[in-house]
Nanobody
């Protein structure tokens, strides 16, 4: 069982920055695919970013981003702290949404799809004013 707790949301002006954090419980955090999704009012949940370790002898991180956030958002993780981060820069009003952290135990499947994730956090609200 993995529990996820997001933090770092809030109100920011357009052009500003926020850093979201997702603290995860569980000893196998290192091997999990971690993702961020968001849901704006009246819209479906959408993929934002994901990070997945390659596994094997050469351990590196594969990063995935939605086109709408590429170049502005950065996902990272600190396995020692069991935490994944989403640094959000140059925020736009259209980034306003509830942001959810997700964890998936599989290293196969498309990290952009919410179907591969087993655990979800409660969400943190981000509001970007124009």
């Amino acid at each position: 069982q993995v529990q996820l707790v997001e933090s770092g949301g809030g109100l920011v002006q357009a052009g500003g920055s926020l850093r979201l954090s997702c603290a995860a419980s569980g000893r196998t955090f290192r091997s999990y695919t971690m993702g961020w999704f968001r849901q704006a009012p009246g819209k479906e949940r959408e993929f934002v970013a994901a990070i997945r370790w390659s596994g094997g002898a050469t351990y590196y991180a594969n990063l995935y981003y939605a086109d709408s956030v590429k170049g502005r958002f950065t996902i990272s993780r600190d396995n020692a702290k069991n935490t994944v981060y989403l640094q959000m820069n140059s925020l736009k009003p259209e980034d306003t949404a509830v942001y959810y952290c997700a964890a998936g135990s599989t290293r196969v499947g498309d990290p952009r799809s919410d179907t591969i994730y087993d655990y979800w956090g409660q969400g943190t609200q981000v509001f970007v004013s124009s």
